[in-house]
C-alpha cells in the first residue's frame, strides 16, 4: 500500500520551461512534505519542504505548492536548467503524537530530464 | 569531510552469508536512518534509531538487524543474504523531520 504515489515515472521538458513534478498521498495524518533530489551514485539531498499550515513555499527557482483537500503537492522548477536533471523523490512525515522520530514515507521518484 | 559516510561503498556477497554494512555520521544527529532504494519503490525504511541502542523496526525490516552503539555509529545487518536484499542501500542522519536528513553516498550491494 503505496502511501506516497508518484505517478509519472519521467518528466522531459526545455531548459528554460518550467518543470512540474507531481506526488500524491493517501495518509491524512501526514503534515510535513520534502522534496528531495537525487543525481546517480550519490544520495538524495534535500530540497525544499512545506508544512501541512501552509500551502506554498518558494526558494530561489524551486516552488512547492500543498492542496491539502486534494492530498496533493507539487514542484516547481523555474526556470528549468539541464543541471536540474535528477530523480526528485517527495517524502512526507507524521508528527501526531510528536512520536514520528523523523521517519519518512518515500514516493517512487520522477526522473527529470531538462534538455538543452 | 563528509558529514556521513558508508562502506563500503559496493559489495558482491553469495546466498547465506551475513553481511554488515556500515554507517557513520559526524553531525551529532539523535536520529539515524537506513533505506533501501529499488526500482519502483522509492526508498524504503528498514530500520531506524532515536538514540544510542534505541532502535526500532521500518516497513522492510524482515531479515535485517540494527545495531548503535555510538552517537556516530549505525550498522546494518543481513542476518542470511538473499538475492531479493540486492539493492542500494543508503543511510541518513537528521535532528528530526522539519530539518530534513542528510543522506550517505549510499551502498550496492548484490547477493549473488
Known amino acids: 500500500d503505496q502511501q506516497v504515489k508518484q505517478n509519472s515515472p519521467s518528466l522531459s521538458v526545455q531548459e528554460g520551461r518550467i518543470s512540474i513534478l507531481n506526488c500524491d498521498y493517501t495518509n491524512s495524518m501526514f503534515d510535513y512534505f520534502l522534496w528531495y533530489k537525487k543525481y546517480p551514485a550519490e544520495g538524495p539531498t534535500f530540497l525544499i519542504s512545506?508544512?501541512?499550515?501552509?500551502d506554498k513555499n518558494e526558494d530561489g527557482r524551486f516552488t512547492v505548492f500543498l492542496n491539502k483537500s486534494a492530498k496533493h503537492l507539487s514542484l516547481h522548477i523555474v526556470p528549468s536548467q539541464p543541471g536540474d536533471s535528477a530523480v526528485y523523490f517527495c517524502?512526507?512525515?507524521?508528527?501526531?503524537?510528536?512520536?514520528?522520530?523523523?521517519?519518512?514515507?518515500f514516493g517512487q521518484g520522477t526522473i527529470l530530464t531538462v534538455h538543452p | 569531510d563528509a558529514g556521513i559516510t558508508q562502506s563500503p561503498r559496493h559489495k558482491v556477497t553469495e546466498t547465506g552469508t551475513p553481511v554488515t554494512l556500515r554507517c557513520h555520521q559526524t553531525e551529532n544527529h539523535r536520529y539515524m536512518y537506513w533505506y533501501r532504494q529499488d526500482p519502483g519503490h522509492g526508498l524504503r525504511l528498514i530500520h531506524y534509531s532515536y538514540g544510542v541502542k534505541d532502535t526500532d523496526k521500518g516497513e522492510v525490516s524482515d531479515g535485517y538487524s540494527v545495531s548503535r552503539s555510538k552517537t556516530e555509529d549505525f550498522l546494518l545487518t543481513l542476518e542470511s543474504a538473499t538475492s531479493s536484499q540486492t539493492s542500494v542501500y543508503f543511510c541518513?542522519?537528521?535532528?528530526?523531520?522539519?530539518?530534513?536528513?542528510?543522506f550517505g553516498s549510499g551502498t550496492r550491494l548484490t547477493v549473488v
Open positions: 512545506i508544512s501541512s499550515i501552509k
Open positions: 517524502a512526507a512525515s507524521s508528527n501526531a503524537g510528536g512520536t514520528s522520530y523523523g521517519k519518512l514515507t
Open positions: 541518513a542522519c537528521g535532528q528530526g523531520t522539519n530539518y530534513g536528513y542528510t
